[in-house]
């Protein structure tokens, strides 16, 4: 392909994917029609949703902002900046809550598509790294041993679904905070080509999806594992198969570069594995772990008190026989 073909070829894909924008996030004096393609086809809208996040399809942002402003100036329409054109067309798919966009002002400059809408989740997550060393190559234990050793699983409203978070709880038990997600489709397909658009910008410095499907992937490993997150209306699964979940998370960390001891969650996977090996933590997964042993506790406990009692008024009648 000789340069000027690739020029052109850039340009109408860039006048593609500006029109794509335009017409599914319309402004507020655009004028609709009827009979336009994507409001009568919309399945056409899912294809595009996953065709503009996958890493191959990435035009230069460059490219697309000159082509977005030279459109202005021809059909005279202002609305929003491109930035947050292509954030609101995202967020049909990857809803966040109210208000989120309006946070997202700070993000100035972006490679492409794919790293706008990367940028739009890591910018909104709390970096604390620390010196964490894990004991084992398994780092965490999954879901299920957690449960038994008494860590509480919540689900946290955050601007980013990557905001998880550790906290002890009153009674020395763990609560591991992880925001609400839906998997489907789009979902995966954004795990998939953000992770690997991180992959192929190694030095970098903000690897967080890479470490979140570290994270989960260490956390389920069965569709029990899936079964208890979409129990605490942490996980939602659009497959409707749990171990359909399992083993995309399974998949996705397979064969990435992953330093545990300096990612975001790096604090998160320290604490949860100190919390695993406490005193306390064992005795819950040895004493408690098994839902009938506070059942037989209590009876023996019954059986006993109702022992001691009998004994006690036997000797009361020796002591003091009636006449």
């Known amino acids: 392909m000789s340069s000027t073909d690739f020029v052109q070829m850039m340009v109408l894909d860039g006048c593609f994917v500006i029109e794509v924008l335009r017409r599914i996030c319309p402004s507020e004096d655009a004028v609709i029609h009827r009979n336009d393609p994507f409001l009568s086809k919309p399945w056409l809208i899912t294809i595009l949703f996953r065709d503009l996040l996958k890493l191959e399809n990435q035009l230069p942002f460059f490219v697309l902002q000159n082509l977005f402003e030279l459109s202005k100036v021809v059909s005279r329409v202002d609305g929003d900046p491109l930035p947050l054109l292509a954030l609101k067309f995202f967020h049909i798919a990857f809803p966040r809550p109210h208000g989120v966009l309006k946070k997202l002002d700070k993000i100035v400059s972006a490679q492409h598509l794919l790293d706008l809408f990367h940028q739009s989740f890591v910018s909104l997550t709390e970096q604390r790294p620390c010196r964490y060393y894990p004991t084992s190559d398994q780092s965490i234990q999954c879901l299920t041993q957690l449960r038994s050793s008494g860590i509480k699983f919540q689900s946290e409203k955050a601007d980013s679904f990557l905001a998880i978070d550790f906290q002890k709880g009153i009674l020395r038990n763990g609560i591991l905070k992880i925001p609400p997600i839906t998997i489907n489709e789009f ?8 992770i690997a658009f991180e992959q192929s910008n190694r030095p970098f410095e903000f690897t ?19 079964a208890f ?40 996977f320290e604490e949860v594995e100190a919390y695993y090996g406490s005193h306390y933590a064992f005795l819950m997964r040895k004493y408690f772990g098994n839902p009938w042993l506070p059942i037989k506790i209590l009876l023996a406990f019954i059986l006993l008190t109702f022992a001691g009692l009998q004994t006690m008024f036997g000797m009361l009648s020796y002591i003091n026989p009636q006449h």
């Open 187 to 194: 979902a995966v397909t954004a795990f998939l080509n953000c």
């Open 208 to 226: 967080h999806f890479t470490a979140y499907v570290a994270f989960m992937s260490r956390l389920i490993i069965s569709a029990r594992d899936v």
């Open 229 to 268: 997150l979409c129990g605490d209306n942490i996980m939602t699964n659009f497959y409707q198969n749990d171990q359909y979940i399992v083993d995309v998370f399974q998949k996705l960390g397979e064969n990435v570069v992953f330093d545990v001891k300096q990612c975001y969650l790096s604090k998160q």
